[in-house]
């Protein structure tokens, strides 16, 4: 029932900007931890940045500095606002939401960083 829907992914070039929103609808309870994954040709799935509820956050290194993720827990929302986007982000990023042993997944976003 839980419906997840990332959005915002585009085409940027090196050294610009995007802002990812994943909307968790259909929700009865707030989720622990939300999270942002990228998935690029060729490599796996890798873990790019989460926030639990009380608002505690861990970035993959590649991304420190750049990246900042956020969430709304009364609208059930996470964002991750992508600074300073280099061609090696370029990949899918799909959003996940947890709560107890669910895990909800959205369909992704495409993020293309190119000159």
């Known amino acids: 029932q839980v419906q997840v829907v990332e959005s915002g992914g585009g085409l940027v070039q090196p050294g610009g900007s995007l802002r990812l929103s994943c909307v968790a609808s259909?929700?009865?309870?707030?989720?622990?931890?939300m999270a942002w994954y990228r998935r690029a040709p060729g490599n796996q799935r890798e873990l790019v940045a989460s926030?639990?509820?009380?608002?505690?956050?861990e970035y993959a290194d590649s991304v420190k500095g750049r990246f900042t993720i956020s969430r709304d827990n009364a609208k059930n929302t996470v964002y991750l606002q992508m600074n300073s986007l280099e061609p090696e982000d370029t990949a899918v990023y799909y959003c996940?939401?947890?709560?107890?042993?669910?895990?909800?997944w959205g369909q992704g976003t495409q993020v293309t960083v190119s000159s």
């Open positions: 926030i639990t509820y009380s608002g505690n956050t």
């Open positions: 259909g929700s009865r309870f707030n989720f622990y931890k």
């Open positions: 996940n939401c947890n709560r107890l042993a669910y895990n909800y």
